[in-house]
Structure formats: C-alpha cells, structure tokens
C-alpha cells in the first residue's frame, strides 16, 4: 500500500478505500526498487498532471435538464500527447479515470508507442438515454473538454459505454469549434470519416496474440484448450473468435446479466449473431445458464480472459481460479492482493498493459494515417500491430525471467523506465 503524509494524500483519494488509483499506486511501489536511480523520479508517475472535472448538462426528450458529471485526465504527457478512452458508465468515478489515466501512461511506455497517458468518462448508464439525448450528452462533453484535448495535446478514443457513433459526434463537435476538419482529433472512428482499418478487432486481437505467445512458451497447445471469459463486448467476443477458429473450446461466459456454460465449447459465430440483436447471453440455448455469478471464477479452464472491468479478480475469488494463463483484456481486473495469491499457485498472468495494447497501438496507426493522409490495408494493419506487441511481450518476458519477477511487474519496470528517462533528460522546469 502506497504511504502518504498529511500533505501528500491526493484531495480525491478518501482514508479508508484509494480505489483503483489505489491499486495503479500499490503497482507502481512494487517496481520503484528495480528502477535504480531514476526512483529519484518516481513521485511523477503518482502525481496526475492535469485533471478536469466538468458539469454536463443536456435536456432530455422530455424536455427535463439533467446535468451528469464528467471528466479528462491526463496523468503523464512526457512521451508525447496524451492517450486514452473516454468511458460512459454509471460507475464510473475520478479515482477509476485517475487509475485508468496512469495505466495508459505505462501502457504507451510499455509498447514503446510516442504517447502520454489520458482518459475520460461521465458517469451516466447510456443504455438509458435515447439517440438524441446520447448525441447532446457527446457534444456537450466534448465541447467541456475542449481546452485540453488536441490533435497534438490529447486524443480521445473509444472505451466502456462509448463506441464509432460517439467518437464521430465528437470529432464533428471538435471540427465545428475550429471551422475545419480534424479527423485525428479522436481515434475508433468510422472508416468513412478517417477511421482506421482493423481498429475495432485491435484489442481482442491483442488478447489473442499474447495468449498464443504464452501458450506456446508453456506448451499449452490452442487447440481443444479450455477458455473461460467475462465480459462478451468488443474486446472478449473478439478474442472469442479467434482462439475459436483457432480450435480452443470456450467453455464459459459471463456478461453484465449471465452466466452461461458448456463444457464442449461454444459456438462463437452463432453466439456473436444473438448478441447483436439481443445485447446480452441471456437466454442463448446453447449449454446451461448458471445462477451465482461466483461460481464462473472456479470453472475448469486452460485460459481464463477477464474482459470487463476493473477489479474483478479479488482475495474473495482468486483462489478458485484454476486458469493455468490468465489474459487480462480489461483494465486493472486484478487486485494487487489476488496478483499474489495468483502467482503463488503458479498462474501466468498477462497483464493489461501489454493484453489489451492492440487498440491503443492501432489507434495510433489511426492518428498517424490522419496526419499523413494515409490509409493502410487492414493486412498492414495487422501485420504492424504483430510486430509492435510481440516485440513488446518478448521484451517483457525476457525481463521477467531475467530479473524473476511477474509480467506485471516487468512490464512497468520497461514503461517506468522509458517514462522517467524522458523526465530526466527533459529536466525539471523551473
């Protein structure tokens, strides 16, 4: 746990319960006696650089105004412009986007990409807000937030709750406040406005190459392998279907509603056609709903993918894990107490600041083509982004087994350290 004196303590940190800001802190104390003299430095990776929090208001369709509150952090710019999503969630709250923030730091840093680390939300559920009101709560956000985002300052992106329609509104907002066309402005754009071949699969894709990496280091062969994976939106049913088709057996699911189980695999084609028009695995009548939500951290498995939110894998479940990899596809799922009781029963953990880098790696390729004037085939997409994260995962893995420490740990090690050496050789301005 992170020591703060009286005047240390962060305003948005409460006494009792740090959060997922927490949880980034605790991380970044674990790898501060590996980073040798640049430790001098390290209070700049605890210490956000900016953080806005704006007032949304918007009138709904019937005519009420209701005012939701938002934010964008940007946790480290030392690299390059900041980077990271822009979350829509009822939960969503400043300690969750401050965390979120700094792991996009490490996660830049960490594949070696020219970005700082941001991110951003409201807190809102936007399954409630009709098309209209979806619109103006974008608009309006982007319009807030607009004295510090900038093609070269801070790039929003998709994340949680937001997806290709709202990034279109908020390049548009952008555009229109500047009387020009910026389509760089934000990436996980549409094609047709300056998006990026192979950017929606990006994250999922990730997931999938640094799982068959591991897998091959341990000679855990894909086909007929045992996946479990919580959350089946962009990131897990992408994944889904790649080690699908490349012969693994997914055996269990869980969404925000279900659980569902079949020990002889899904059909994951079929299965991503339901979810299309019904938003959910519920009531998909292949294999057996299971009624505790609990129980799908115990399920027999080879690879276990959480692809939700932060947070999930707890000291409450991570002795029941029975995983022999875990991929984290979303951000932050594990808890630094659960890291340990993992590592302890031999699990290989893929941390998400190398798992889920395809879509931030893509979204750069995204930025880079709105500079130039680019567009890239999806081949070359693809082909780019193999390169970059297992150039990443080999450096990672070859770290950790030099210095015997976990994938997590060697992956900040690599991001820190490219971080605090541009801080260092930036200088202090005074």
């Not at 929090?53 to 938002?70: A, C, K, L, Q, W």
């Not at 269990?252 to 084609?269: E, V």
Request: proline share 4%; aromatic share 8%; with cysteine.
């Amino acid at each position: 746990m992170s020591k703060f004196t009286d005047n240390s303590r962060p305003s948005y940190l409460s006494q009792n319960d740090l959060g997922p800001w927490g949880v980034y802190l605790q991380q970044i104390d674990r790898v501060t006696p590996y980073l040798g003299s640049l430790s001098r430095w390290i209070e700049i990776l605890k210490h956000p650089k900016k953080i806005l929090i704006v007032d949304v208001p918007i009138e709904h369709d019937n005519g009420e105004v209701f005012h939701y509150e938002g934010y964008r952090v940007q946790h480290n710019i030392l690299r390059g412009p900041g980077k990271g999503g822009v979350r829509f969630h009822p939960d969503v709250t400043l300690s969750e986007i401050i965390a979120l923030s700094g792991w996009m730091t490490i996660k830049n840093a960490a594949v070696n990409i020219p970005y700082g680390g941001a991110k951003g939300g409201i807190r809102v559920n936007p399954k409630n807000l009709s098309n209209n009101e979806l619109m103006r709560l974008t608009r309006r956000y982007t319009n807030e937030i607009s004295s510090i985002i900038g093609l070269n300052k801070d790039i929003p992106a998709p994340d949680v709750g937001t997806d290709m329609q709202i990034m279109s509104w908020m390049m548009d907002t952008y555009s229109t406040k500047k009387n020009y066309t910026i389509p760089g402005i934000v990436t996980g754009k549409p094609i047709s406005i300056g998006g990026s071949f192979g950017r929606q699969k990006a994250t999922g894709r990730g997931v999938f190459i640094i799982g068959s990496k591991i897998a091959s280091k341990i000679n855990l062969n894909i086909i007929n392998s045992k996946i479990s994976i919580q959350g089946f939106g962009n990131v897990g049913s992408v994944a889904a279907n790649l080690f699908f088709k490349a012969g693994a057996k997914i055996v269990a699911i869980q969404d925000d509603k279900t659980t569902i189980y079949n020990p002889n695999g899904f059909n994951i084609p079929k299965l991503q056609k339901y979810v299309t028009f019904t938003r959910s695995i519920k009531d998909f009548n292949e294999g057996e709903k299971i009624n505790d939500s609990k129980e799908f951290w115990s399920i027999p498995c080879d690879i276990l993918i959480p692809a939700a939110i932060e947070d999930q894998i707890t000291i409450n479940n991570a002795n029941n894990v029975t995983a022999k990899i875990i991929l984290e596809g979303a951000n932050g799922p594990t808890t630094t107490e659960a890291d340990d009781i993992l590592r302890d029963k031999g699990i290989i953990l893929a941390p998400d600041v190398i798992t889920n880098a395809g879509g931030v790696i893509v979204s750069y390729f995204e930025w880079v083509q709105n500079l130039s004037n680019l567009l890239w085939t999806e081949q070359e997409i693809n082909l780019r982004l193999n390169n970059i994260i297992c150039n990443a995962f080999n450096a990672i893995w070859e770290l950790a087994n030099t210095k015997k420490v976990s994938l997590r740990t060697a992956a900040f090690i690599i991001g820190c350290t490219r971080v605090l050496q541009a801080h260092k050789t930036r200088g202090l301005y005074v």
